[in-house]
């Protein structure tokens, strides 16, 4: 690497030999005004708004700044009136084509222009070529490209057609100096309802999460749509990006598991008489969360979709719990989250707050304090469950705003009341995919899909699988205290079987008698757990009853009454055949 | 001697993990059904044995009901796949042996499925209300 | 001297198979002839039923019974046979169990009667003429035994002491018997004088049994010519060897026929047949509903397969009688 001295402005400085001089002139703060360059694109030189006089060796001349490499003892003049003459008859040249692109008229006011003398034109494009330059050479999707020559030459897309090779990545809006292109409106919207989701390809799920490190959505990554841009990459100084990375299945050999996979909160739209998806303003209760996050994407506000901040807030509860047409048991968390983000979203957008509940369910420690501080709070309460949201206005009040009709039942009459944002609490359900993870385990589900314990209070976290067992939501709806504690429970019990180095037999395994075996081998293969062999050298089936389970399926078939059961002998169940058919 | 009702009776096999705990289940959420079905517990549906069912129509039973775990399910990976191929070679016994069709079911329950319970012995209790006693000794 | 123990044979519903078994003993016979008084034998000595009839009761040393019970006069004959002797075996396959006879069991009386006097083609005289218990040709009183409805193995009409199984039971377990009678070195009442261990134990062709069968074929002597070495299992045949008794020499399978299970269950077993299904079944390969009865139908006759000797010592004993299906 060969350094080169280089004078700016009287500044002097080192840079690498040949590099681009408008780099040189940022790093020392020196500006210099560009329209056509763009860091992640090579230069390209043809606004020449970024025009300099360069002293080589006596030699004085123009250049453009941006493809200009540095050599050895030159020396740079940035604001000379030969430059600024220069720049301001460019700049003309550039209103005579675009007239009023708010960006060049702000440039054209620092060079004193008032009245441009080749008068303004009405176009919106100066030819940069940034658009095109970005779409073929980062993002890699060769949409757009120069059409014509001279004066009519324009920037396109082959044919005029629209592109079947635009990704819609929108990387041409955003580089565009002029604001000339813009975003179809139904990608506009999709992207303004991104603030509660994830804003690039490339991002840290949550401020919390762990790791903490951005992951890359293989669905929106342009990268894997184009095999270009990198851009991420690019500019990650660890270069810790990796785009070769690939899925990887890994088998870990274990002696217990917790099954700890939760729940998913019930979609709100099996509910469709509050609205969601039809009003922005309806939200679940988790889009709320997000929301009051201090280092969400409101930074702790609750605004409504237009960005303005909610007068009046409805938080109906049992949004998919206690309810025949969703679930009909009690999702147990959602009055206290309820009640939290009531508190929350009164103490950061000071809007009045309903909640609409069947019954007030707060019970555990310091839950029921909290509901009498609520009251305190003047949050209000109305006893019924909500019949349905609509933005159905009757009188001028509830114009505008959506109407929430309720039976008050404390009150006994039906109530309509206008609020600015609906909050669901949705409920708990079991994953979609829980009978898939049953079966892994050889667990069971209760009919809604929970994982069942094996004694509700005996072995609250075992399965009847050995060596597995449950904790959390998986089990069935809790809040965090009791899935803390459960998870304790189950890494204890984790912890015995590791710390014990042994484990306990059932009882009920099956034995065979040698004596009586005449080594058919028919409850050889049998056996799931391979627990029988049949010994060549006596001749006989032998079974090792360390690893017999006990489901008795090889007694069953055993044609000699050589294979037994401990307590499902023949003689026991043939005896319970008899006891249970006594008149 | 006084002629009552005709009141069937059933011998129930249940396996540990789906159809015994669904008749947990079916108690705890007090789902009652006929009181006509006495349960046999075996750790799995593979456990019974041909000659319990034969010896429990020779007892005096009216039916008899082998609950397992649904296909794909067995706790014990394929225990109820050997009971079902057990149980169809039975019903061709049986049907030689006189026994209607109806008297002798093999039903898969999971564990989770007690109003499954409650309907299957229900409905076999009713069919074998109208069929009639079944005496194996003529 | 002493007085030499006497011996009985007595015939009831049987082939005359057992029979043939007693003088298979070939010269050993001659050592019971020496050792014993035989006081009845009906295929070879002319005795009398007012001969056993006059004798005191237990006078008899043993009573060695064949077949199975069907009528009144086999009642009443095995009824007295217990009375004189002090102790009864019931001898071969159909005492045991109930034997080929017992296949009666899945019909009933009037099934057979209309079977062998009304439906066979090659009915001789006139159709529908039963056997009467009581008639008078020719003024003449003519009496016949009962036809019973079912027919039963000797211990479910009276007391049996031991069985010696087999159709017909091996010279060789029947000698092993007499001796066994002969010198007091008899085992608990109620035993089967054969070993308690199934007929896998000493086949011939044991060692050919793979770790793992899996059946996706049912074969039939009657369509398929076994290979001489192999399992029968192994190869597809029905073989009752894993649910039948041994002791018999294995006979059959030197003769290239699977095992038919005529020495019947061992101790405990409860249902011959119904073990044997459970074994059998345990050994198929399908897993759907569809094709295991796909499978099956291979079996055109279950219980005749599986129950061949045993129907009725089965637990359900016959065909519910009315039965519909």
């Known amino acids: 690497m060969k350094l080169v001295k280089v004078t700016i402005d009287g500044i002097r400085t080192e840079a690498e030999d040949r590099t681009p001089l408008v780099q040189v002139a940022q790093k020392i703060g020196v500006k210099i005004p560009t329209l056509c360059h763009h860091p992640l694109v090579e230069p390209y030189g043809v606004c020449r708004i970024c025009t300099v006089e360069v002293h080589m060796r006596g030699r004085v001349r123009l250049v453009t700044a941006c ?144 790791p903490h490190q951005p992951v890359i959505d293989y669905d929106s990554c342009i990268h894997f749509k184009t095999d270009a841009c990198r851009v991420c990459a690019a500019v990650c100084e660890a270069k810790a990006i990796d785009h070769g990375q690939q899925d990887r299945r890994e088998e870990i050999q274990v002696g217990s598991i917790i099954v700890a996979t939760g729940f998913q909160p019930v979609d709100p739209q099996k509910v469709p008489q509050y609205g969601f998806g039809r009003y922005p303003n309806v939200v679940t209760a988790l889009q709320v969360e997000h929301m009051v996050n201090a280092s969400g994407p409101t930074n702790g506000q609750v605004l409504l979709k237009d960005g303005s901040r909610p007068q009046s807030v409805g938080i109906i509860h049992c949004v998919g719990s206690r309810d025949k047409n969703t679930h009909e048991y009690c999702s147990r968390v959602c009055c206290m989250y309820s009640l939290k983000l009531a508190h929350l979203v009164h103490e950061r957008s000071g809007a009045k707050v ?156 099956a034995w065979i008698d040698e004596e009586r075996c005449s080594g058919c081998q028919i409850c050889v293969p049998l056996c799931p757990f391979s627990a029988i062999e049949f010994s060549r050298e006596k001749k006989v089936s032998t079974l090792n009853e360390a690893l017999c389970k006990g489901c008795g399926t090889c007694v069953a078939a055993c044609p000699s009454h050589a294979a037994q059961q401990h307590h499902f002998t023949d003689a026991q169940i043939m005896t319970e055949i008899e006891g249970v058919l006594v008149r | ?83 079902l191929r057990r149980f169809r070679l039975l019903k061709r016994i049986l049907s030689q042996f006189g026994v209607e069709d109806e008297r002798v079911r093999l039903e898969w329950i999971s564990a989770s499925e007690g109003d499954r319970v409650q309907h299957v012995i229900n409905e076999m209790t009713d069919q074998l209300r109208k069929l009639g006693p079944w005496h194996a000794r003529s | 001297m002493a007085e030499k123990p006497k011996v009985a044979f007595y015939w009831c519903a049987s082939c005359g198979g057992c029979e043939e078994a007693v003088v298979d003993l070939e010269e050993q016979i001659l050592k019971v002839v020496d050792a014993v008084d035989i006081v009845l034998w009906p295929v070879a000595l002319d005795f009398k039923r007012r001969d056993i009839e006059a004798m005191p009761d237990q006078s008899i040393a043993v009573a060695f019974i064949n077949g199975g019970i069907r009528m009144s006069e086999q009642e009443e004959w095995v009824h007295m046979l217990r009375k004189k002797a002090r102790i009864v075996v019931a001898f071969g396959a159909c005492a045991h169990l109930g034997g080929i006879p017992g296949l009666a069991n899945l019909a009933d009386r009037r099934r057979i009667f209309d079977t062998v006097y009304r439906e066979v083609p090659t009915q001789e005289g006139q159709p529908g003429t039963f056997p009467q218990e009581s008639s008078e040709p020719d003024g003449n009183r003519l009496a016949l035994p009962a036809f019973w409805d079912e027919v039963k193995a000797l211990d479910q009409v009276i007391d049996v002491d031991y069985y010696l199984p087999g159709c017909a039971p091996p010279p060789k377990l029947i000698w092993g018997a007499i001796e066994a009678i002969l010198t007091g070195a008899l085992p608990p009442k109620g035993a089967v004088l054969s070993p ?35 399992c029968f299992l192994a190869q597809g045949f029905v073989c009752l060897g894993p649910a039948t008794r041994s002791g018999c020499g294995n006979p059959c399978i030197e003769g290239n026929m699977p095992c038919r299970g005529c020495m019947g269950p061992m101790d405990d077993v409860f249902d011959q047949g119904a073990k044997f299904l459970s074994a059998f079944a345990s050994i198929l390969a399908p897993k759907t509903e569809a094709e295991i009865d796909r499978l099956l139908d291979q079996i055109p006759d279950p219980v005749g397969t599986f129950y061949r000797f045993s129907l009725p010592k089965s637990l359900l004993h016959r065909r519910r009688p009315g039965a519909t299906v």
Not at chain 1, 189 to 202: C, D, F, K, S, V
Not at chain 1, 457 to 467: C, H, I, R, Y
Not at chain 2, 67 to 79: F, S
């Open chain 1, 354 to 509: 309903y909640n609409f509940y069947i019954d007030m369910r707060s019970a555990g420690k310091g839950y029921e304090e909290f509901y009498n501080h609520l009251l305190e709070e003047g949050c209000e309460f109305i006893r019924g469950r909500v019949a349905e949201v609509s933005d159905w206005a009757v009188t001028p009040a509830e114009q505008g705003k959506l109407v929430i009709r309720v039976e008050d039942t404390l009150a006994g009459l039906v109530r309509r009341i206008p609020v600015d944002m609906v909050v669901l609490s949705t409920g708990l359900e079991a994953r979609e995919d829980a009978d898939e993870v049953r079966r892994l385990f050889n667990m069971s589900c209760s009919s809604e899909g929970w994982f069942l314990e094996r004694h509700p209070k005996l072995a609250p976290v075992s399965t009847f699988t050995d060596g597995v067992f449950i904790a959390g939501c998986a089990q069935g709806p809790k809040d965090i205290p009791d899935t803390v504690a459960q998870a304790g429970a189950a890494a204890a019990e984790a912890l015995a079987l590791i710390d014990t180095g042994q484990v306990e037999l059932e009882a009920y395994t």
């Open chain 3, 196 to 230: 308690n261990k199934a007929c896998c134990d000493d086949c011939p062709r044991k060692d050919s049994k793979p770790d793992k069968i899996e059946l996706t074929e049912i074969k039939r002597p009657a369509t398929h010519v076994a290979d001489p070495d192999l």
């Open chain 1, 67 to 210: 493809n200009y490499p540095v050599t050895d003892g030159i020396e740079v003049f940035t604001q000379t009136d030969r430059v600024r003459r220069t720049r301001k008859l460019i700049l003309e040249w550039l209103l005579a084509r675009c007239g009023h692109v708010p960006l060049l008229n702000t440039l054209a006011a620092e060079y004193g222009i008032t009245e441009p003398r080749f008068g303004r034109g009405d176009d919106t494009c100066i030819l940069c070529g940034l658009c095109v330059r970005v779409c073929s050479d980062v993002v890699g999707a060769h949409a757009l490209g120069f059409f014509n020559r001279g004066t009519t030459r324009y920037v396109g897309t082959p044919y005029d057609e629209p592109s079947d090779r635009c990704i819609a990545c929108g990387a041409c809006v955003e580089v565009c100096p002029t604001g000339c292109i813009t975003m179809d409106d139904e990608v506009e919207q999709i992207r303004g309802e991104l603030p509660l989701g994830p804003m690039t390809a490339i991002y840290i799920p949550t401020m919390q999460a762990v």
């Open chain 2, 1 to 83: 001697m006084a002629t009552t009702a005709f009141e069937p009776r059933i011998v129930a096999f249940f396996c540990n993990w789906c159809t015994y705990t669904a008749s947990d289940l079916a108690g705890t959420a007090r789902l009652a059904y006929e009181p006509t079905a006495p349960v046999i517990r075996v750790m799995c549906s593979g456990r019974v044995d041909p000659q319990f069912v034969l010896k429990a129509l020779q007892e005096g039973a009216d039916g008899v009901l082998i609950g397992g775990c649904h296909p794909g399910d067995c706790h014990y990976q394929e225990g109820n796949y050997k009971t």
